[in-house]
C-alpha cells in the first residue's frame, strides 16, 4: 500500500511505490495538496510487468485529511479508451482536462431499449403487459420479425407466432388467446376481415350479422353486381374465398342455401344455379315446379305444344340432370309425367272432395 495516500495493491502481488513529496504526483497522477483543493482527476498508466498494457481511468477522492494534507482513500476505476503501452515501472502523466461525462435520461433509455428486449428475458416484470406502449413495442418487433409491413400480411398471423416469439402470456393476459384482438387494438383503423385469417374466431359464423357480411364481401370479389348473378356462384368460389368454413358448418356445404339466406326475398330458381342440392329432384313437386317454369318461359300452353319439346330444350334450362337421370334422357317421358300430372290436379280443382 502506499505509506502515504493510501492507495491499494493494483491485485498483481506488488505494492505502489512510495508516494512523491507535496506538491507534485503520485504513481497514480493524485496531486498531494496542502490545502482543502480536492485533488485533480488525471489518466494513468500502470504496467507492473514490463511491456504489457494496463488500461484504467481512475477517479481518485480524497475523503480524509491528515496534518493538513489530503490522501487518497476512495478509489474506483472504470475502463478508458485509451490505451498506451509503457515500460517497466510506474508513469506519472501529467494531469489532463478529462471531456465532461454525457449525461442521459434513463427513464429514454429504458424505453427505447429495454421495453424492446425485456420479452425475451423471460417472465416479464409484474404489470408490464398493462401499459399499452409495451404492448405496441412487442407488436413492433414482432412485424419486424415476421417480415409484416402492410396491414395485408397480419392475416398470416396465428397463435403460434405469440408462442414462439415470447408473446404466449401477452395474448392469454390480454387479448383471451386471440390474435385478431391484438391487431383491433394494434391497427385500429384496418376494417379486419375475420375470414381472412388462417381461422375465423370461434363462433364467429353463428351471427348472422358476419354472414352477412362475408356475402357482401365475396359479391364484390366475384363482381356480382345484380342478384340473378348469384346462379352462377359454385362451392369452388366459397371455399377459395376463405368461406369454406361457412358453407359447410353453416350450409351443409350448399351454395344455394347461403344464397338463399343471403337473398331470402327473391324467388330463387334451385335449377338455374351449377348443381342443384342433393335429391333435389326425387321430390315430385320439385319436378312439377320445374315444368311448370319451362312451359312459361317456352309458352307452352297446350299439350300439343308440349309434345314439341326437345331434350335440348332441358339441358339449356336447367334440367338436363332431371332428364339424364328420371327420364332416361327422354323428354317425352318427361312431358307424359307432367301432363298427367297436370291433369290431375285439374280434376281434384275442379271436383274437391267432400268430407264426410
Known sequence: MCAVTGCLKMGYGNA????????????????????????????????????????????????????????????SMVSSNYRTTVSHGFTSPAATNLPPIPSYDRSTQLRNTESEQVWQRGRVPAGFWDVAENRRSYMQWLGRRLGFHVPRDWYALTKRHFDENHGAGLLALKYNASPLAALREYLPHVNWKEWLFKSAPQGFWKDHQNRRRYM?????????????????????????????????????????AAVREFESAYPWKEWLFLSVPKNFWRRPDNRHAFMNWLGDKLHLTTDVAW??????????????????????????????????????TQANNTHPTVAA
Open 16 to 75: 505502489l511505490p512510495a508516494a512523491p513529496a507535496v506538491g507534485t504526483q503520485c504513481a497514480l497522477g493524485v496531486a498531494r495538496t496542502v490545502d482543502d483543493t480536492p485533488p485533480m482527476i488525471v489518466s494513468t498508466n500502470h504496467a507492473p510487468f514490463g511491456g504489457k498494457t494496463w488500461s484504467r481511468r481512475i477517479f481518485a477522492i480524497c475523503n480524509r485529511s491528515v496534518k493538513g494534507t489530503r490522501t487518497m482513500s476512495t478509489m
Open 216 to 256: 357482401r364481401w365475396l359479391a364484390r370479389e366475384l363482381d356480382i353486381r345484380q342478384t340473378e348473378d348469384w346462379y352462377r356462384v359454385s362451392k369452388y368460389d366459397f371455399h377459395s374465398h376463405h368461406g369454406g368454413g361457412f358453407l359447410s358448418n353453416v350450409h351443409h356445404d350448399s351454395p344455394i
Open 307 to 344: 309434345k314439341s319439346v326437345s331434350k335440348q330444350d332441358f339441358y339449356a334450362n336447367g334440367g338436363g340432370g332431371l332428364l339424364a337421370n328420371y327420364y332416361g334422357d327422354s323428354p317425352a317421358n318427361a312431358v307424359q309425367e307432367f301432363l298427367a300430372a297436370r291433369q290431375q
